[in-house]
């Protein structure tokens, strides 16, 4: 069955990178689109950008631009989300979420805690 | 960007209870619109997708409404496993809502 599985939570300081991980299992990788989405505690989902697992199309948004890039690897199935100077405002669960279709979010990681700390 | 606005922010009701949350876009959307549940400590779940579709395996007390601008979640009768947090997604750009949260009466 489908599943993407999420690397393991962060601490790190201000000034810092992370760079997360996701493994899609039980579909044909190169057909969806992934995308992230980041949820600071007690907020609202945020949408961070997408690639096509295909040809590693990337969109970001205007929010994220120039902070955020992913990339995949499709020999290992693996979408990656690298996040570039981090602040506390970038404390948050960060998710990957499958594309169907036309636009939804079908399938989601079961997110990773990302924790900024001095 | 398209703002996404959900009301209201925070519903008590009862198991039951018939319940609606309403969905406005600040542009028309067509019927691109999905609805997610979620509860604390886990990812979101896939209930809704183009305004009215029901996802697969999900309960049919669940149903959506509503194109353009504006739309509507409905849970026919609560359910004790129905006390969440639900957002609203557009995704010809990809934003949510604010999120309505259930909580008991």
């Known amino acids: 069955q489908v599943q993407l599985v999420q690397s393991g939570a962060e601490v790190k300081k201000p000034g810092a990178s992370v760079k997360i991980s996701c493994k899609a299992f039980?579909?044909?990788?190169?057909?969806?689109?992934m995308h992230w989405v980041r949820q600071a505690p007690g907020k609202s989902l945020e949408w961070m950008g997408w690639?096509?697992?295909?040809?590693?199309?990337?969109k970001y948004s205007q929010k994220f631009q120039g902070r955020v890039t992913i990339t995949r690897d499709t020999s290992a199935t693996t979408v990656y989300m690298e996040r570039s100077s981090l602040t506390s405002e970038d404390t948050a669960v960060y998710y990957c979420?499958?594309?169907?279709?036309?636009?939804?979010?079908?399938?989601w990681g079961q997110g990773t805690l990302v924790t900024l700390s001095s | 960007d398209v703002q996404m606005t959900q009301s209201p922010s925070t519903l008590s009701a009862s198991v039951g209870d018939r319940v609606t949350i309403t969905c406005r876009a600040s542009q028309s959307i067509s019927s691109s619109l999905a609805w997610y549940q979620q509860k604390p400590g886990k990812a979101p779940k896939l209930l809704i997708y183009?305004?009215?579709s029901l996802e697969s395996g999900v309960p049919s007390r669940f149903s959506g409404s509503g194109s353009g601008t504006e739309f509507t979640l409905t849970i026919s009768s609560l359910q004790p496993d129905d006390f969440a947090t639900y957002y609203c997604?557009?995704?010809?750009?990809?934003?949510f809502g604010q999120g309505t949260k259930i909580e008991v009466k």
């Open positions: 690639i096509n697992a295909g040809n590693g199309d990337t």
């Open positions: 039980g579909y044909f990788f190169n057909n969806y689109a």
């Open positions: 979420a499958r594309e169907r279709n036309y636009g939804w979010f079908d399938y």
């Open positions: 183009k305004a009215s």
């Open positions: 997604q557009q995704y010809n750009s990809w934003t």
